[in-house]
Nanobody, 117 residues
């Protein structure tokens, strides 16, 4: 029943920007902690950012102000705005939901971001 549908990935040139979206359904979005992760080829999946029920945000150090996570509890959607993209940002980007009461975790299908000339 739970679905996390990601979109917005694609090919972008170095220095460019992308906005990823993750549309959530099948659970109470407004009380769930939402996160963005990424996984580069041959690398471990790593946390990018998370945003909790009250809107508090935690970023990984490598973001360095380039990425912004946000959520819209009316649209049940979490976003990741990515600016100043570089080749090392090339990865599959995933959204994750941590449900409050059940403490279950759900992952989106991932969307590929390729930063290349």
């Amino acid at each position: 029943q739970v679905q996390l549908v990601e979109s917005g990935g694609g090919l972008v040139q170095p220095g460019g920007s992308l906005r990823l979206s993750c549309a959530a359904s099948g659970f109470t979005f407004s009380t769930s902690v939402m996160s963005w992760y990424r996984q580069a080829p041959g690398k471990e999946r790593e946390l990018i950012a998370s945003i909790n029920i009250g809107g508090s945000i935690n970023y990984a150090d490598f973001v360095k102000g380039r990425f912004t996570i946000s959520r819209d509890n009316v649209k049940n959607t979490v976003y990741l705005q990515m600016n100043s993209l570089q080749s090392e940002d090339t990865a599959v980007y995933y959204c994750k939901a941590n449900l409050r009461l059940s403490r279950m975790t759900y992952w989106g299908q991932g969307t590929l971001v390729t930063v290349s000339s």
